[in-house]
């Protein structure tokens, strides 16, 4: 069946670092992928989605491309804030929400 | 404000206890979901809802029943709750299931449940 893998956290960074949260798929046909975000105490937000090969989802600084040679899709900013603390998560679409795959989540904690 | 609200946000209940998670969307959208979340699992989905009085199983259903007799609320209870399911809980929605650009999931904040 369809599957996410993504980096385990926490990841700790200084601000203005730069971040990559990796992430790996495994899938039948050709999926969407989605990186959402989840704030302390809130609910998830749709931060980018790539609907095909070599799309690139991008919103807020961050960015990810969908690499369909490595089943990947890696979410990537050049100089992270303290605002961007929060975790985020990998997910892909096959046959409707009914079928998204969520991966487990990575922590990104972004100190001053 | 238009959005999602899920009530309560947190909730205690003891084992064998009924308890029911709301959710209610005021953008009409047609489709409708119910998410666990616990550490090493990522979400999980339990029902989802096509339309009113349209249910099904998601990935996880065992121990859940939903209803939607109408389309801006869609009720998750726990029959005879179990530790097992001590979890947060999650309800989102979206104007299709097709994942189209127009139509992303928005989700509630959360019921973080305690089963003790």
């Known amino acids: 069946g369809d599957s996410v893998t993504q980096m385990e956290g926490p990841v700790t960074l200084s601000e203005e670092a730069c971040l990559t949260i990796?992430?790996?798929?495994?899938?039948?046909?050709?999926?969407?992928l989605f990186w959402y975000v989840q704030y302390p105490g809130e609910g998830l937000q749709l931060l980018l989605k790539?609907?095909?090969?070599?799309d690139k989802g991008s919103n807020k600084g961050f960015e990810a491309t969908y690499r369909k040679e490595t089943t990947s899709f890696h979410l990537e900013k050049g100089s992270v804030q303290v605002s961007d603390s929060a975790v985020y998560f990998c997910?892909?679409?096959?046959?409707?929400?009914?079928?998204?795959?969520f991966g487990t989540g990575t922590k990104l904690q972004v100190i001053p | 404000d238009a959005g999602i609200t899920q009530s309560p946000r947190y909730k205690i209940t003891e084992t064998g206890r009924q308890v029911t998670l709301m959710c209610h969307q005021t953008?009409?959208?047609?489709?409708m979901f119910w998410y666990r979340q616990d550490l090493g699992h990522g979400l999980r989905l339990i029902y989802y809802?096509?339309?009113?009085?349209?249910?099904d199983k998601g990935e996880v259903p065992d121990g859940y029943v939903v209803s939607r007799s109408k389309t801006e609320n869609f009720p998750l209870t726990l029959e005879s709750a179990t530790r097992s399911q001590t979890s947060v809980y999650f309800c989102?929605?979206?104007?299709?299931?097709?994942?189209?650009?127009?139509?992303?999931?928005?989700f509630g904040n959360g019921t973080r449940l305690t089963v003790t």
């Open positions: 953008w009409s959208h047609s489709y």
């Open positions: 989102a929605s979206s104007e299709s299931s097709s994942g189209a650009d127009n139509s992303p999931l928005h």
């Open positions: 809802s096509a339309a009113a009085d349209i249910t």
């Open positions: 997910a892909l679409l096959s046959g409707g929400y009914q079928k998204v795959t």
């Open positions: 790539a609907t095909k090969a070599d």
């Open positions: 990796n992430c790996t798929y495994t899938a039948t046909g050709y999926p969407s």
